[in-house]
């Protein structure tokens, strides 16, 4: 049988990833994606060089200029295509910019991943339908955990929390930012299918995905924009918590695999925490001082008092369920190796 991939959002970082990977294992893949990141954040956010390089280099590949909000065109377009699997990863990502441009946030994050469900469900209730979610559906609880503060970072105070943050955190009662609440929704949505119709879906709640292929912004692409603004001599922005919250990073290569491992033993309504863990773990101080060294130059940089509303201080992902379900998995590309990539990216400049 002929195995057919639908990426959506497949000029972005994770979308794009995806694209390669499914290719060189020999599948047919399209791709959907508007360029919405450049209307987001400006030419920054600009992906069609991504877009380039992934017809470039895969032949056979088919990029499709779709926007997930037109819920007719996803509907006629997977009827069309009948995919064997789906990705999807086109959103709205940036906190800052849900609360600018909530209606947009909301249609893109929640409507869209409604109208791909749907659009699935009847032409292709079988096929594994993969959504990357994201950590920030926990909102702020896993800032109520007591932290202690150490030299360049955050860390929990409970040896026992030392993993990080698992799925059974909970979802409401908590600030989400309207990105969060808007991922919520879909998060919800993606589950339910499962549930209700009994479709093979699954949530990636991810923390810092990352890697060379990322349109890096101020407003979203933490270690892609540190790398940027250095190179770019741009001047960055330290947002609270004296600069040394704490992500955990994941390398869009693992989370590819990720995937692929559901793609292979899947199940109705999963959820999974996906991000690099404690070992590829980093603070904002920690990233600049060695992105500087990478780079050997100095970052411009501006500390602004007021922490981004629905930040996280620390947030590590406890993989626990993840290597349990799928003992197969593991994260093979170590934080330095994402650095050295990052210092490295032939991201094209811009003014
Ligand atoms: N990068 C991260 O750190 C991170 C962390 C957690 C979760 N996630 C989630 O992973 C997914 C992928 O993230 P990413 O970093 O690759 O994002 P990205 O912005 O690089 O890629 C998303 C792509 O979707 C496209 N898109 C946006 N709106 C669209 C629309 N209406 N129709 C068609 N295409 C549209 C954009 O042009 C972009 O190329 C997102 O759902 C994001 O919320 C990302």
Redesign the pocket.
């Known amino acids: 049988m002929n195995k057919i991939l639908l990426v959506?959002?497949?000029?972005?970082?994770?979308?794009?990833?995806m694209v390669g990977h499914f290719h060189r294992l020999g599948w047919k893949v399209h791709g959907?994606?508007?360029?919405?990141?450049?209307?987001?954040?400006g030419p920054q956010?600009d992906?069609r060089w991504?877009?380039k390089r992934l017809l470039d280099e895969y032949p056979g590949y088919v990029h499709h200029e779709?926007?997930?909000?037109?819920r007719e065109g996803m509907k006629t377009f997977v009827a069309k295509v009948r995919p064997t699997a789906v990705i999807?990863?086109?959103?709205?990502?940036s906190h800052d910019l849900a609360a600018r441009r909530p209606f947009d946030d909301f249609?893109?994050?929640a409507v869209?991943t409604l109208n791909l469900l749907e659009a699935a469900r009847r032409s292709c209730p079988e096929s594994p339908f993969a959504?990357?979610?994201?950590?920030?559906v926990y909102g702020d609880a896993p800032n109520e955990l007591p932290l202690v503060e150490l030299e360049t970072r955050w860390d929990y105070a409970d040896p026992a929390q030392k993993d990080g943050i698992d799925e059974t955190c909970r979802i409401d009662a908590t600030m989400h930012s309207l990105?969060g609440a808007s991922?919520v929704a879909?998060d919800v949505l993606v589950q339910e299918y499962g549930r209700y119709f009994g479709m093979p879906t699954v949530c990636?709640?991810?923390?810092?995905?990352?890697g060379p292929?990322?349109?890096g912004a101020e407003l979203?692409?933490?270690l892609a924009y540190i790398a940027r603004a250095i190179r770019e001599r741009r001047t960055y922005r330290i947002f609270g918590y004296k600069g040394k919250q704490v992500?955990d990073?994941i390398h869009?290569y693992d989370?590819c695999t990720a995937i692929m491992a559901f793609h292979e033993r899947p199940v109705p309504g999963a959820v999974y925490n996906?991000g690099g863990g404690r070992a590829n773990s980093i603070s904002v101080l920690e990233a600049i001082h060695r992105l500087e060294e990478l780079l050997g130059r100095k970052l411009e940089r501006e500390y602004v008092e007021e922490a981004r509303l629905g930040d996280h201080i620390c947030y590590i992902s406890d993989l626990g369920r993840l290597r349990s379900d799928f003992p197969e998995w593991e994260v093979t590309i170590s934080l330095e190796q994402i650095l050295s990539q990052l210092a490295e990216a032939e991201v094209p400049a811009v003014s």
């Open positions: 959506t959002g497949s000029n972005g970082l994770i979308g794009s990833e959907i994606d508007n360029n919405m990141r450049a209307q987001f954040f956010g992906t991504n877009q779709v926007d997930v909000r037109d999807h990863t086109a959103a709205q990502p249609d893109v994050n869209g959504f990357l979610s994201t950590n920030k990105f991922k879909a990636f709640r991810g923390g810092c995905l990352t292929h990322h349109s979203h692409g933490f992500r990073n869009s989370v996906l």
